[in-house]
């Protein structure tokens, strides 16, 4: 997705002059979020379908943006699904992730979720007493985990080995004779999220052809009639090499390659993505408050930090940014400044661990500037500790066409 630098530092100088005070916001360029979204759906042929998983943004604009262009929803709690089905009544919603109460699957049977993704026998046994209780039939993925052959690791990895998410091959002949008897539970087919953070296209497509193998291998051996994979999320944003990004186009021609595999077996298929499709609309501003030396490093204190914007720490790297120069000096002294040199950028918590940049090269910064982090549109302002230190929360700006914010 295409960063509109103009028109969100723009509205960062205009949302400037209007506030007066340090400056701290998260700005959502929705034009670029829709265009992004249409260009994803467009790139995934038949019978690839694309669900948004809101764990990485629920925000009700992010989330009015996308609702015309994807198939449906992810919700991964009862907070989400509540939240998602008062908003939009019809849209198909999934109910997914490990350890949930008899409530949630009570709600996501009232609400009516199109699937639900089970995450062990002991959910099922629960669920099935629940669906049979309210005499509602209730269709299911079987969510599993399973090794994965080499070259499938990224920094963040939920199967392929031990975790708390899926059920492993060895439960499944416990799981499949439970099932057998359910009148009230439908297993539609498989789903599969097995890592997150893919940046290599090609090695995308290489996960979702063991996919297909392990899906219809499993398919046949328990003569199971599914129909549907959903094989999660997952594709990242190089928060490290932003100018690398992962390659849509050659992503979508391996899956135009694919798409007959899977029509010939009969599986329909679904991405619900996350991070991909909404982090690259989403902008943190964070005004410099302070410049300091100190043994031979500088940094940059900004008003906010890991508080807001807490993804750079949770992923562990140094967050790209821009600096946007703001003309406007009140003090009646030199404005502190550095030029051509490398800083840290630093929030206002009392921990050295607040920091968003680590030794990251500046033309030229001033207190007062305001310095604006990309990609932190998804996995942001939600991660983040918001209430430590109890510091004023970011304003939140949603720009529309034109660069008008709300
Ligand atoms: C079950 C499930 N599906 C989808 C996603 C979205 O993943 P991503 O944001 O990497 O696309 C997640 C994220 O953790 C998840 O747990």
Same mark, same amino acid.
């Given at each position: 997705?295409?960063?509109?630098?103009?028109?969100?530092?723009?509205?960062?100088?205009? &949302?400037?002059?209007?506030?007066?005070?340090?400056?701290?916001?998260?700005?959502?360029?929705?034009?670029?979020?829709?265009?992004?979204?249409?260009?994803?759906?467009?790139? %995934?042929?038949?019978?690839?379908?694309?669900?948004?998983?809101?764990?990485?943004?629920?925000?009700?604009?992010?989330?009015?943006?996308?609702?015309? /262009?994807?198939?449906?929803?992810?919700?991964?709690?009862?907070?989400?699904?509540?939240?998602?089905?008062?908003?939009?009544?019809?849209?198909? %919603?999934?109910?997914?992730?490990?350890?949930?109460?008899?409530?949630?699957?009570?709600?996501?049977?009232?609400?009516?979720?199109?699937?639900?993704?089970?995450?062990?026998?002991?959910?099922?046994?629960?669920?099935? $007493?629940?669906?049979?209780?309210?005499?509602?039939? /209730?269709?299911?993925?079987?969510?599993?985990?399973?090794?994965?052959?080499?070259?499938?690791?990224?920094?963040?990895?939920?199967?392929?080995?031990?975790?708390?998410?899926?059920?492993?091959?060895?439960?499944?002949?416990?799981?499949?004779?439970? $099932?057998?008897?359910?009148?009230?539970?439908?297993?539609?087919?498989?789903?599969?999220?097995?890592?997150?953070?893919?940046?290599?296209?090609?090695?995308?497509?290489?996960?979702?052809?063991?996919?297909?193998?392990?899906?219809?291998?499993?398919?046949?051996?328990?003569? &199971?009639?599914?129909?549907?994979?959903?094989?999660?999320?997952?594709?990242?944003?190089?928060?490290?090499?932003?100018?690398?990004?992962?390659?849509?186009?050659?992503?979508?021609?391996?899956? $135009?390659?694919?798409?007959?595999?899977?029509?010939?077996?009969? =599986?329909?298929?679904?991405?619900?993505?996350?991070?991909?499709?909404?982090?690259?609309?989403?902008?943190?501003?964070?005004?410099?408050?302070?410049?300091?030396?100190?043994?031979?490093?500088?940094? =940059?204190?900004?008003?906010?930090?890991?508080?807001?914007?807490?993804?750079?720490?949770?992923?562990?790297?140094?967050?790209?940014?821009?600096? =946007?120069?703001?003309?406007?000096?009140?003090?009646?002294?030199?404005?502190?400044?550095?030029?051509?040199?490398? /800083?840290?950028?630093?929030?206002?918590?009392?921990?050295?661990?607040?920091?968003?940049?680590?030794? &990251?090269?500046?033309?030229? =910064?001033?207190?007062?500037?305001?310095?604006?982090?990309?990609?932190?549109?998804?996995?942001?302002?939600?991660?983040?500790?918001?209430?430590?230190?109890?510091?004023?929360?970011?304003?939140?700006?949603? $720009?529309?066409?034109?660069?008008?914010?709300?």
């Amino acid at each position: 997705m295409e960063l509109r630098w103009p028109v969100v530092e723009e509205a960062v100088r205009r &949302a400037r002059a209007e506030e007066g005070g340090p400056l701290c916001a998260y700005l959502y360029d929705l034009p670029a979020l829709a265009a992004h979204a249409r260009a994803l759906k467009r790139s %995934l042929p038949h019978p690839f379908g694309l669900f948004y998983a809101a764990k990485a943004n629920a925000e009700l604009p992010i989330l009015q943006t996308l609702a015309g /262009v994807v198939d449906g929803f992810e919700a991964s709690s009862q907070g989400e699904l509540e939240w998602l089905r008062s908003q939009f009544a019809s849209k198909p %919603l999934i109910l997914s992730g490990p350890g949930k109460t008899d409530t949630e699957l009570a709600a996501a049977c009232r609400l009516g979720v199109e699937l639900l993704h089970v995450e062990s026998l002991g959910e099922l046994r629960r669920l099935a $007493l629940i669906a049979t209780e309210l005499g509602r039939r /209730v269709s299911l993925l079987l969510r599993l985990n399973f090794p994965l052959g080499p070259g499938h690791e990224t920094s963040l990895v939920m199967g392929g080995r031990a975790t708390q998410f899926g059920v492993e091959l060895e439960q499944l002949p416990a799981v499949m004779d439970f $099932l057998a008897g359910q009148e009230f539970l439908e297993v539609k087919g498989l789903h599969f999220h097995l890592l997150s953070h893919q940046l290599d296209a090609g090695r995308h497509l290489g996960l979702l052809e063991e996919y297909l193998r392990r899906f219809t291998e499993l398919r046949a051996k328990y003569r &199971a009639e599914w129909s549907h994979l959903n094989v999660g999320g997952g594709i990242g944003i190089n928060y490290r090499a932003p100018e690398s990004q992962f390659d849509l186009a050659r992503f979508s021609e391996g899956l $135009l390659g694919l798409a007959g595999r899977f029509e010939a077996e009969g =599986v329909s298929v679904r991405f619900e993505l996350g991070r991909y499709v909404t982090a690259a609309c989403g902008y943190y501003a964070a005004e410099v408050l302070d410049i300091k030396r100190c043994f031979g490093e500088t940094f =940059v204190v900004c008003r906010g930090g890991t508080h807001h914007f807490r993804t750079p720490q949770a992923q562990g790297h140094s967050h790209p940014f821009r600096v =946007v120069p703001i003309e406007d000096w009140r003090y009646p002294f030199a404005r502190p400044k550095v030029e051509g040199e490398r /800083v840290n950028v630093v929030g206002q918590l009392c921990t050295p661990k607040d920091v968003l940049a680590k030794d &990251a090269p500046v033309e030229r =910064v001033r207190v007062g500037d305001v310095v604006l982090f990309p990609y932190a549109g998804a996995y942001a302002w939600n991660i983040s500790h918001r209430h430590f230190l109890m510091h004023a929360p970011p304003r939140e700006l949603f $720009l529309r066409e034109g660069g008008e914010a709300c």
